[in-house]
């Protein structure tokens, strides 16, 4: 009796000890769950940064590689707000403009990562708003990486541009322009 009593003796203790890391166990997870959720925070902080900081690029970049490049003229781009079917729709990039003696309305979606499901998924916004805009619309995506299935989603519907076309394609006409100077 006195071997069996010793035993459960033990085994309180052993199932104390138990409970007691088992307490410092939930202690951890709690503080790590409170990290991972303000880590969470601020990835997404930094996401709408990053985000925001490349439509600022945009708005600064595609007047002047528009009118170069498709000969379209708009004076600025902006952030428009557009309602339909009774759900909002936000378009990162909306300007009223002309090619040639045409109207058009450019609308742009901007992307760090361009894949073919964005380019589905914007096409088919852009096809829903078309009846309200009265004008021909120029659909163009701007990212800093286009994958090649967004390049095949996108054929000769919507206009791709990474973020280091523009700056690459007016430094080669800078070049041909001084070469034929000379």
């Known amino acids: 009796m006195d071997r069996v009593e010793a035993a459960l003796e ?21 503080r790590t769950e409170r990290v991972l959720a303000e880590l969470t ?14 439509e ?29 079917d009774g759900q ?11 090619r040639g003696r045409e109207r058009v309305v450019v609308l742009g979606e901007v992307k760090a990562r361009i894949y073919g499901r964005e380019v589905s ?10 009846p309200q805009l009265g004008a021909e619309v120029v659909p163009l995506m701007f ?14 519907h919507i206009l791709l541009i990474a973020s280091y076309q523009p700056t690459t394609e007016m430094q080669s006409l800078a070049v041909q322009r001084r070469r034929s100077r000379r």
């Open 56 to 84: 600022d690029i945009a708005r600064v970049v595609l007047p002047g590689y528009l009118r170069y490049r498709y000969g379209i003229h708009v004076e600025r781009l902006e952030r428009r707000l557009f309602q339909l």
């Open 10 to 30: 033990r085994l309180a203790q052993a199932q104390a000890r138990s409970e007691e890391r088992l307490t410092r166990i939930e202690g951890i997870l709690e």
């Open 143 to 156: 990212g800093y990486f286009i994958d090649l299935s967004a390049m095949e989603a996108a054929g000769e």
């Open 121 to 130: 998924q914007f096409y088919s916004t852009i096809e829903r708003l078309k």
């Open 88 to 98: 909002s729709l936000d378009i990162d990039l909306y300007a009223e403009g002309t």
């Open 41 to 54: 925070t601020q990835v997404k902080a930094l996401s709408d940064n990053v985000g925001y900081g490349l």
